[in-house]
């Protein structure tokens, strides 16, 4: 199959209507979307990724009013998140209606559903008359993509079209957020929304449920995600080459640079040390140290607030334990 990079929303809209599937922008990172309404075109995402069915997708709407037509009901506490965040990098997880079929949840009886805030996209869904699904557009397992490139360099040939909206200015996932019976909020993933905003917005604490090793309720729970194939070692960076040395090792550090190792094999994620432009550069990060062949990376915890929690996450999902390392 032939792959066209550009920038044509009708173009775009003619594919997906069509049951085939587009690489499509979002202010996170760039999804794999298709037909949510159309199962064969979302079994060609779930073989597109190489992703396993048991795996559900996220939805993604042009507004609010489309979100309703797919949801039983916005409890108030989600209408209130919505007005203030949506579109933007947050994911809300809600009782669905029959016409989301069970192969896009996986047979939960809730949706995960969103507004991306990305103008080009949003200019898609709003002419669109049913919602994408959309995971985001990497192999299974490794780095999500925040470019077009990225995308190209791992789906070209899989997918007939990349709609080009430049790099994603967030560069980490939605943060997915739902109720329980308690009306308790829950943060089941970390994402590009901090838990601070969302509690502000809320009046309430949030319980954190990521990091549940058995049975996942959503797979960026799973340990193992997100991950380079260059082994990478978080902690101190300093204790790390110390006790791994300097040989063919790259760097992720928020803003310190190390003299003893080539410059070219470091990534400062933030030479200001801002969490959001951290954010914004990690998986690019990863890919670019990912490619130069090194035998191990050694990369840092950021702060423990605002987005620093969910990079983290991230890091801590891509980090190596196989302890063959230094054979
Ligand atoms: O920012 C994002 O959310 C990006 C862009 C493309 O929108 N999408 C994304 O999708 O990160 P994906 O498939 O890579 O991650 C979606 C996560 C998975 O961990 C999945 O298990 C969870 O959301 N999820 C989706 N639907 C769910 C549902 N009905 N119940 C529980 N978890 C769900
Ligand atoms: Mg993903």
């Given at each position: 199959?032939q792959?066209?990079?550009?920038?044509?929303?009708s173009?775009?809209a003619?594919f997906?209507?069509?049951?085939?599937?587009?690489a499509?922008?979002t202010?996170?990172?760039y999804g794999?979307?298709?037909n949510?309404?159309?199962?064969?075109a979302?079994?060609?995402?779930?073989e597109a990724?190489g992703r396993p069915q048991?795996?559900p997708l996220?939805v993604?709407?042009g507004s609010v009013?489309?979100?309703?037509?797919?949801v039983?009901?916005?409890?108030?506490?989600?209408?209130k998140?919505s007005?203030?965040?949506?579109p933007?990098?947050?994911?809300?997880?809600?009782?669905k209606k029959?016409?989301?079929?069970?192969?896009?949840?996986?047979?939960?009886?809730?949706v995960?559903?969103?507004i991306p805030?990305?103008?080009?996209?949003?200019a898609?869904?709003?002419?669109l008359?049913?919602p994408v699904a959309a995971?985001?557009a990497?192999?299974?397992?490794?780095?999500s993509?925040?470019t077009?490139?990225?995308?190209?360099?791992q789906?070209?040939g899989?997918i007939?079209?990349?709609l080009d909206?430049?790099a994603?200015?967030?560069?980490?996932?939605?943060?997915?957020?739902?109720?329980?019976?308690?009306n308790?909020?829950?943060?089941?993933?970390?994402?590009?929304?901090?838990v601070?905003e969302i509690e502000?917005?809320c009046?309430?604490?949030?319980?954190?449920?990521?990091h549940?090793?058995?049975?996942?309720?959503?797979a960026?729970q799973?340990?193992?995600h997100y991950?380079?194939?260059?082994?990478?070692l978080?902690g101190?960076?300093s204790?790390?080459?110390?006790?791994y040395?300097?040989?063919?090792?790259?760097i992720?550090?928020?803003?310190?640079k190390y003299e003893?190792i080539?410059?070219?094999?470091?990534?400062?994620l933030?030479?200001q040390?801002?969490?959001?432009e951290?954010?914004?550069n990690?998986?690019?990060?990863?890919?670019y140290l990912d490619g130069l062949?090194?035998r191990v990376i050694f990369a840092?915890w950021?702060?423990e607030?605002?987005?620093?929690?969910?990079?983290?996450?991230?890091?801590?999902r891509?980090?190596?334990?196989n302890k063959?390392?230094m054979?």
């Amino acid at each position: 199959m032939q792959t066209k990079i550009a920038t044509n929303i009708s173009e775009a809209a003619a594919f997906l209507a069509n049951g085939e599937l587009v690489a499509i922008p979002t202010e996170t990172v760039y999804g794999l979307a298709g037909n949510a309404l159309n199962d064969s075109a979302v079994v060609k995402i779930f073989e597109a990724k190489g992703r396993p069915q048991f795996n559900p997708l996220i939805v993604h709407c042009g507004s609010v009013e489309q979100i309703e037509h797919y949801v039983l009901q916005i409890p108030p506490l989600a209408y209130k998140l919505s007005e203030r965040f949506m579109p933007g990098p947050l994911t809300l997880l809600l009782p669905k209606k029959d016409i989301i079929p069970d192969l896009v949840t996986a047979g939960s009886d809730k949706v995960a559903i969103r507004i991306p805030n990305h103008p080009l996209t949003l200019a898609l869904l709003q002419q669109l008359d049913f919602p994408v699904a959309a995971p985001s557009a990497n192999p299974s397992g490794y780095v999500s993509p925040t470019t077009a490139q990225h995308v190209w360099d791992q789906l070209q040939g899989k997918i007939p079209y990349i709609l080009d909206g430049g790099a994603c200015n967030v560069g980490i996932e939605s943060t997915i957020v739902g109720w329980n019976e308690k009306n308790e909020t829950l943060v089941y993933r970390l994402g590009g929304l901090s838990v601070e905003e969302i509690e502000d917005a809320c009046c309430q604490k949030v319980k954190i449920l990521t990091h549940t090793e058995s049975k996942p309720q959503t797979a960026g729970q799973l340990l193992s995600h997100y991950a380079p194939r260059t082994p990478l070692l978080l902690g101190k960076i300093s204790v790390l080459i110390e006790e791994y040395g300097i040989e063919k090792v790259g760097i992720l550090s928020l803003n310190k640079k190390y003299e003893q190792i080539p410059l070219k094999n470091q990534f400062m994620l933030s030479p200001q040390g801002t969490l959001s432009e951290a954010a914004r550069n990690l998986f690019q990060a990863m890919r670019y140290l990912d490619g130069l062949g090194l035998r191990v990376i050694f990369a840092e915890w950021m702060p423990e607030t605002g987005l620093g929690l969910a990079i983290n996450d991230r890091l801590g999902r891509a980090r190596y334990e196989n302890k063959l390392l230094m054979e």
